[in-house]
């Protein structure tokens, strides 16, 4: 794969990432039901030796659980190594229960629990997770901290998650921004309006997670899929995995199996390629269960839709009444 170069690093990355999130496995709030740990090893393999360079995870999957497989999947791997990202101030209690925490002694700590589980001297990309809920000063302290932990040689480059425009302005006051990650596929565009431009603006990379929509937009989600989930999968909470939005996101899910027959590609390619048309967005963040789904998907970055196929979806989610391009 080529490579793209994120925001203010070193770091040179291929369009897709691998996503750690569903590979931690079940037992948590935000999990995608169980999950083999010899699939996800497999499907990471997989992923790296098809190009990708790169691995985001989190602290909170699976309550450390993904970091482990992470490390485990790479002691495995004879090939080069790819980076790896995670992220922090998610915390969570005995019985695993998550909260935010900002301060800098616990921000400290998370770094050094996720140094150990991942087996790493240094961490290529640490995000903060989500910002404050009541939008305060816990930004600027955990941005501090950060940056400090950047000096110290801790982790190499410092980024962060789920920021609003105002937020990323906050935080490159105390120190350069190297990544956002934000949500973004054709059915969640709200980031077009103010937060890519100021990405784009302040040089800030951007890696968007979930571009097929929490396995939405894969092809293979189906009403009974849908109607099946486990209850610790969180999708089973989600109003768009249900009736009447499901309808149409399945039909715009056929749309999209249209376009991607043309081109001897599945939907979940197509959705990706989508996202990736963006000259905002440096990566994807795309997530597998196994190497099948690895094969699946992972060539997407080598995939681009022609300006007519991508009038034509909008044209499609339009006419349905979802996602709209944001003014």
Known sequence: MNTRKLGNSDLHITPLGFGAWAIGGSGWEYAWGPQEDSDSIAAIHRALELGVNWIDTAAAYGLGHSEEIVARALKEWRGPRPCVFTKCVLRWDAKGNISMNFSADSIRQECEDSLRRLQVEQIDLYQIHWPPRDNGPGLEEAWQTLAALQKEGKVRWIGVSNFNAAQLERAQKIAPVTSLQPPYSILRRAIESDVLPSARQLCIGVIVYSPMFSGMLTGGMTRERAAALPPDDFRSRNPEFKEPKLSKNLALVEKL???????????????????????????????????????????????????????????????????????
Do not use: C, Y
């Open 257 to 327: 199996r249209e376009i991607g027959a043309r081109h001897r590609r599945g939907p979940g390619e197509v959705a990706i390629a989508w996202t990736l048309r963006n000259p905002a967005v440096t990566g994807a963040i795309v997530g597998a269960r196994s190497a099948k789904q690895v094969d699946g998907v992972m060539r997407a970055g080598e995939f681009h839709l022609s300006t007519g196929e991508i009038a034509e979806i909008d044209s499609f989610t339009g006419a349905l009444g979802l996602a709209k391009a944001a003014s």
